[in-house]
């Protein structure tokens, strides 16, 4: 099954925002509001992040936002800081044969 | 605090078996679907299994069907994979994850992780 596309890098100094975009198609992203992105710092496990396109779990960031239009998602990290370093991915529902769950490659986003 | 533990990685030799478990606790077991997730070294999530909160429905990528059962035994608040026919590109970190879905148990998000699990399989 292909992946979502991601960039593979994003990067930003602190206190920048920055956007990771997130596009695949009519049958994943583009055709349910089930896209949630994930972090992962080195060794650990993934984090949710942002679920349903653009909601936040208690405990997360409101400097973590997440957007969609079309058959493109993105996350927005607002007033970046150090500890966002991190790999980020994103997820969606695809409704192909019985469906499936997809993920993005993956973006490392790096902290000037 | 929700937790989930994953045990029995390992190293198998290609065409062997070897079965995962996932201990969970701090939630009401029986109430979540519950995934397996893995990550091949410097490589990218990608998804392997899930299993319906009464343990009746089962998906998986074409990567592993036939070969993976993803399975739950209720009464313990464990989930498992038995995983079968190894090859190299299955070595990976497996992640169980808590799931949280729609009307589809495959159309939502994982809101809680495991550590994770190595699982190598020499070439």
């Known amino acids: 099954q292909s992946a979502l596309t991601q960039p593979a890098s994003v990067s930003g100094s602190p206190g920048q925002s920055i956007a990771i975009s997130c596009t695949g198609t009519?049958?994943?992203?583009?055709?349910?509001?089930?896209v949630s992105w994930y972090q992962q710092h080195p060794g650990k496990a993934p984090k949710l992040m942002i679920y349903?396109?653009?909601s936040r779990p208690s405990g997360i960031s409101d400097r973590f936002s997440g957007s969609k239009s079309g058959n493109t998602a993105s996350l927005t990290i607002s007033g970046l800081q150090a500890e966002d370093e991190a790999d980020y991915y994103c997820?969606?529902?695809?409704?192909?044969?019985?469906?499936?769950?997809?993920f993005g490659g993956g973006t490392k986003v790096t902290v000037l | 605090q929700v937790q989930l533990v994953e045990s029995g990685g390992g190293v198998v030799q290609p065409g062997r078996s070897l079965r995962l478990s996932c201990t969970t606790s701090?939630?009401?077991?029986?109430?979540?679907?519950i995934h397996w997730v893995r990550q091949a070294p410097g490589k990218g999530l990608d998804w392997v299994a899930v299993?319906?909160?009464?343990?009746?429905?089962?998906y998986y990528p074409d990567s592993v069907k036939g070969r993976f059962t993803i399975s739950r035994d209720n009464s313990k608040n464990t989930l498992y994979l038995q995983m079968n026919r190894l090859r190299p590109e299955d070595t990976a970190v497996y992640y169980c994850?808590?799931?949280?879905?729609?009307?589809?148990?495959?159309?939502?998000?994982?809101?809680?992780w495991g550590q994770g699990m190595l699982v190598t399989v020499p070439s």
């Open positions: 994850a808590r799931g949280m879905h729609g009307n589809d148990i495959l159309a939502g998000y994982l809101d809680y």
């Open positions: 349903e396109v653009a």
């Open positions: 299993v319906s909160e009464d343990g009746r429905a089962r």
């Open positions: 009519r049958s994943d992203v583009g055709g349910y509001n089930y």
């Open positions: 701090g939630f009401t077991f029986t109430n979540n679907v």
């Open positions: 997820s969606s529902y695809r409704s192909t044969g019985t469906g499936t769950l997809v």
